[in-house]
């Protein structure tokens, strides 16, 4: 279980100088920085480690040189599929007004969210896990957005990269193929609907695909793909509708750097950036993926909450291989061994780096082949490795035998590379909930490779947590207080 060390005895201190006690109540300005979703390689190389590592980090500004001061209701920091979603599900589920501030833009290559595949799967998931709840009622969220946006007359394959391809989990062993038939029982018994396939029949679903007839897969036909790139501009686009009543504004490249109080009680009035004070009356939320961490520890300084909170950084790969014709799938597909190197700990002093490599292929509604992933614990490091990049495409190649004809360095200029950085939580589960000590502070982080899949329950837990509404979902899983001692 992962250790969430908390202090959360308020302490006067007589020294300090008192923060602003109060911000004005007027409408937010629109002040919208627009984003750019699709990113090529070169620029996500661009990112040093020096940059993403002080993304977050709390510096002191004085209150002389702050730009201008702006009230709402809540405060979201973050701008990756987390927090915009807890926005749009503030917008649509209260009159509340929502700030999303970011040091950044979203899918701009720092995160998890931009970098990720794109796969809304059950497959590799597992009942008795305390986070299948979760990811049930957030399918099913995914599922009645997707519904929504048809029944408005929009294609939902357009505006979110939607496509029900259904998902393949594939065994290479008897001992995978083993584990494969329980999975899939199981599933059925959780209520998803779900086969055993054996090797024969999965060379007629996947002709590309290399397997021995004595092995097999887990098969659910009712599995999605979406893109996140689209899926978050589509998320900014609703947001942005309640901009002109004055309730959502947006802050990006806007570093936070300090919470604000009024007194010594522990409620927090709002956040400092660099150019703005943000002033929240109900709430203010953390999700600012694997930077929360360290965010929190420096925010919380002030109140004298010492929050130890370990999520860590985990960096990826995904190559991206666009309008490929030498390789038709048609279905999304991972290996058993997935499973194991997602759930790996952190690396041992021997190797500290841990990388794993395992195959993951998608294509997307574009006809871009989709070939993952990788993952390492590199703190902050952004650099994209082409040695990885080899390794992905020599284990696809064990795969589909159709890519060993192919040089991979022949696709230098149809290929994009996406580098991010998952936030990892050694229990495997995200943090969401109220901030100890803090009662109208809240966090959702944590995610790592499963941000997408989980967003929108997550948002749905989060604003009802805030507004006091029955909740959908047992949060205990989640929260600090059950992971601290």
Request: net charge neutral.
């Amino acid at each position: 279980m992962a250790a969430i060390t908390l202090n959360v005895t308020p302490k006067l201190n007589t020294k300090a100088k008192p923060l602003p006690c109060s911000l004005p109540k007027t409408l937010p300005p629109l002040n919208f920085s627009r984003s750019s979703f699709f990113r090529n390689g070169a620029l996500i190389q661009s990112l040093s480690a020096k940059t993403n590592q002080s993304r977050f980090e709390s510096s002191r500004v004085s209150s002389s040189s702050i730009n201008a001061l702006h009230s709402f209701d809540v405060v979201v920091v973050g701008a990756g599929i987390i927090g915009l979603t807890i926005a749009r599900q503030f917008l649509l589920e209260s009159n509340l007004s929502v700030a999303v501030v970011d040091a950044s833009v979203p899918c701009s290559g720092t995160g998890a969210t931009g970098a990720g595949q794109g796969y809304l799967w059950m497959v590799h998931k597992t009942p008795e896990n305390e986070k299948w709840e979760l990811a049930m009622r957030s399918r099913s969220l995914w599922e009645t957005l997707a519904r929504e946006t048809q029944d408005k007359g929009m294609n939902p394959s357009d505006l979110l990269g939607w496509k029900k391809t259904g998902s393949l989990l594939v065994g290479r062993t008897t001992k995978e193929s083993e584990m494969l038939k329980r999975r899939a029982d199981e599933l059925s018994a959780a209520g998803i609907s779900a086969e055993f396939v054996s090797g024969s029949e999965l060379h007629s679903k996947e002709p590309s695909l290399l397997v021995s007839e004595n092995v097999g897969a887990a098969f659910v036909p009712d599995d999605y793909q979406l893109d996140a790139r689209r899926a978050v501009a589509y998320l900014e686009k609703v947001n942005r509708q309640y901009a002109p009543e004055g309730r959502y504004a947006e802050f990006y490249n806007e570093p936070v750097t300090k919470l604000l109080r009024s007194d010594y009680v522990g409620e927090v009035d709002g956040v400092l950036t660099e150019k703005n004070s943000l002033g929240c009356k109900k709430a203010v939320v953390i999700a600012a993926g694997c930077w929360s961490g360290k965010l929190m520890h420096n925010l919380m300084q002030d109140f004298n909450v010492m929050l130890d909170v370990p999520v860590k950084p985990r960096k990826g790969h995904l190559l991206v291989l666009e309008n490929f014709n030498s390789l038709k799938l048609n279905h999304g597909i991972m290996e058993a061994g997935y499973v194991a190197h997602k759930d790996a700990g952190l690396g041992s002093v021997s190797d500290p780096v841990q990388t794993s490599i395992s195959m993951t292929a998608t294509m997307d509604t574009s006809g871009n082949l989709i070939l993952g992933s990788s993952r390492q614990f590199l703190g902050f490091d952004m650099e994209m490795d082409e040695g990885i990049l080899n390794s992905i495409w020599e284990r696809a190649g064990e795969f589909f035998p159709t890519l060993r004809k192919i040089n991979v360095e022949n696709l230098r200029n149809s290929r994009e590379v996406r580098v991010g950085l998952r936030p990892y939580m050694p229990d495997g589960k995200p943090m969401i909930g109220q901030i100890p000590g803090l009662p109208n502070a809240f966090v959702a982080a944590g995610h790592e490779g499963e941000g997408l899949s989980l967003a929108l329950g997550t948002a749905e837990m989060v604003v009802d947590m805030v507004l006091g509404n029955p909740l959908k979902v047992d949060p205990s899983p989640f929260t600090l207080q059950s992971r601290s001692h």
